[in-house]
């Protein structure tokens, strides 16, 4: 069982040893289009105010669309609707 835990340590160290130097190395040597989604860069407040509300709008559009079905479910088990169509020929229902 110590044999065990001591493997399991040294290939710990070693993982870590291995990482330490990627880490270090930072996003200096990055492609632009990659400096933005390696998650090493803080937005903006304006940006992170902008991301937020357009976020909340998406949120709250499938919220409106799913009360909206409810609504209209429970409004045609409630009331018939009628539908005409009026043309200068006439009305044919």
């Not at 065990?4 to 492609?31: E, H, I, N, R």
Request: proline share 5%; hydrophobic share 45%.
């Amino acid at each position: 069982m110590k044999n065990l835990w001591t493997q399991f340590a040294c290939g710990l160290f070693l993982a870590g040893s291995a990482m330490g130097p990627a880490l270090a190395q930072g996003t200096a040597d990055l492609p632009e289009y990659l400096k933005g989604i390696s998650g090493t860069t803080a937005p903006t407040p304006a940006a992170l105010a902008a991301k937020n509300v357009l976020q909340l709008n998406t949120t709250m559009f499938e919220l409106y669309g799913d009360a909206g079905q409810v609504f209209r479910k429970n409004i045609l088990a409630e009331h018939p609707i009628i539908l005409g169509m009026f043309s200068g020929a006439g009305c044919r229902m």
